[in-house]
């Protein structure tokens, strides 16, 4: 414990020394955004994307730059939408948690290890190559990626620190971007994730880099983005006792975490995923006159050509050395005695490799260059080429299949105007192996002031039409092998969402119809419901602020009308209450309790052998808080925290599992700090 404070109280030291080595420029109070919680100087002239239709934001307003601008961009045709920097002043603790990510997360305990969102609406469609679907809030991918433009260079430098040598995890982050001249900015970008684990051969490393940059002028934009990620996950199939956590006092002797059996001790997954995108956009437009006819006027553009290419390598491989017995004539692995099947002789050293370079052309019409023009319209065309390769169970040589498909779309959207917004997105295969799948996506926005603060109300609905992924119908290693030959599904939502700022309050609500879904069932073998699954889910998001004391409150219900294909817990939440005041007049004190729960059912199980979570119905977890206590702190462009993690037990008898057999970290003490460079 003296060695964490120490550790906390150097690194505030050296944070404030760092200022004397940096020019620190505050934002002018023109440039500050509605959100009191927030230190981006960032006008937001745009929205942010729908979750539900991440295509369909096309317009361009950031024309008119400030200190910083971030912001990022649609895969398929490179157009540009506002996006926060990661500046939160509040609740930053809770980020730095695999917890943090969802109301009710479900993962292997560790930091950096596979997680999988109990919120089903939370989820989003499977990648091409599946595996990667399993590290989601970490990946690399350019969805995530944010773009800037600054006057000044730009650092951002985050540290997460727990446990002791043993079991220690810790996570690095790194951001450093700057602009040369108005047009150009280039930036780079490093995540070190190391989580040894307080429990037997868990540990997770994610090494990630990344570049980019962007050219902005009037007529050309061009973003360019390559990332390099690798990750490390030693599997341990869960403890194989849960008395260990649930009864200790029932195993007579003294124990800690790391002394818990667990299922294996020497196996792993290991995954990299290298990409590659470059967008280039021209503008077709004209320069408004001005009242003094020598100087050239503002730049409208009309309409813009843009030509996108996608470049993504992934490779995953599962092996194992798992301590081999000897019975008499033959020799046994461990491993080998968990699994049914076993469809080659030597250890296990399965690997899957996978390729696909996407390129689209798109061509748009802008919204509001003539006052008449009130929505803006764009087509598009893509070709993607997809190569896979695994191991084959018959013979030394691999199995390869390549794929080509190609879609055409369209989007309709209006993002002008304070009354109403709308985008609508449609594509359609119509060659190759996406031959018949489509999406029909769509928002609309919608607000009005009553008594001077804007209520707002919006509605989003999808149809779609989706062909199974290549892997989810073929796939061959030494324990699974299955060739399938699904049919389409059909998915259906409506939903919507209002915000009545009179009491802070935000209240959503989506119902879907699934038609032949797929999921991996209690064997951990795709299958397909034939049949319609409803899920409905209503949440209610309320803020309570009486003087320094806050009470911040997440609610989900959701039901789903076959708990065995869409298992769900009925009710889940995040509470968080806490105490927010200055101690003096730089420095801000946020101290407080969380709890993440949500009811007990059959959450998914997870096969390390697949990467993949899979519909189990041996045994339910939940009814049981995962807790903090944690003193989050702001001092000029410098947060950091103290956090006592899992602190129920002290109260509760124990049952912290987020998954059937894998246990949330015990409770330990966990600090950070990030520091905001403007030199």
Known sequence: MRKKLLIAGLLCLWTVASFSQARIILPDSSQITHNRDSLDALPRRVPQAPRHVPDSITPDSLAKLPRFTAWKIVERTGERYAAPMDTALYNYQQTTLPDGYSVAMGYLGNLGSPLISKIFFDRKEKNQFVFYDAYYPYNKDLEN??????????????????????????????????????????????????????????????????VFG???????????????????????????????????????????????????????NRLKTDQFYVSGRYNLGYNRKTANEEEKGEFVPVATLSITSHYRKQYRRFLSYDTVFVDQARTIRAIDTVYRNSFYPEAVDDSTRFSSFKNTVALSMREGFRPWVKFGLTAFLE????????????????????????????????????????????????????????????????????????????????????????????????????????????????????????????????????????????????????????????????????????????????????????????????????????????????????????????????????????????????DFPISTVYANMHLKQTRFFLMLYNIAPLALKPDYFSLPHYPVNPMLLKLGVSVNLHN
Do not use: C
């Open 145 to 210: 990626r944010n773009f800037y433009s600054m006057r000044v260079p730009y650092s951002r430098l985050s540290y997460q620190s727990a446990g002791s040598q043993q079991n220690k995890e810790e996570r690095l982050q790194a951001l450093l971007t700057m602009n040369f001249g108005k047009k150009w900015n280039v930036g780079l970008e490093a995540d070190y994730l190391h989580a040894r684990g307080f429990y037997n051969s868990q540990a997770a490393k994610h090494i990630d880099w990344s």
């Open 214 to 268: 962007s050219y902005l002028s009037d007529r050309i934009e061009v973003h360019v983005f390559a990332a390099t990620a690798g990750v490390t996950n030693f599997e341990n199939g869960g403890i194989s006792d849960d008395r260990f956590i649930t009864q200790p006092d029932s195993i007579q002797q003294t124990f800690t975490a790391k002394d818990i059996p667990t299922k294996y001790t020497n196996t792993w």
């Open 383 to 622: 070709h993607d080429v997809r190569n896979y390769s695994m191991i084959d169970t018959v013979g030394d040589k691999r199995m390869s299949h390549r794929e080509n498909s190609v879609v055409v779309g369209g989007i309709l959207n209006k993002q002008q105007g304070e009354n109403l917004r709308f985008n609508l997105l449609a594509d359609l295969g119509v060659l190759g192996y996406n031959i018949g799948e489509f999406r029909a996506m769509g928002t609309v926005e919608t607000g009005f002031n009553i008594a001077g603060k804007r209520t707002e109300l919006s509605a989003e609905a999808y149809i779609k039409n989706l062909k199974p992924k290549y892997l989810e119908e073929n796939y061959q290693s030494k324990y699974f092998w299955w060739n399938k030959d699904f049919g389409d599904t059909r998915r259906v939502y409506a939903g919507g969402r209002l915000f009545i700022p009179f009491t802070n309050t935000t209240f959503s609500a989506g119902v879907e119809n699934i038609q032949n879904y797929i999921y991996l069932d209690a064997d951990k073998n795709p299958v397909q419901e034939s049949g319609n699954v409803q899920v409905l889910s209503a949440r209610v998001n309320q803020k309570l602020h009486f003087g320094i004391f806050n009470w911040d409150n997440d609610v989900v219900y959701q039901t789903s009308s076959d708990q065995h294909a869409i298992p769900v817990p009925m009710l889940s939440l995040y509470s968080n209450m806490y105490l927010k005041t200055k101690i003096v007049n730089e420095l801000t004190l946020q101290f407080g309790v969380d709890a993440h729960f949500h009811t007990r059912y059959y959450a998914p199980g997870y096969e390390p052998a697949l990467l993949q979570f899979y519909n189990q119905r041996e045994k339910q977890v939940g």
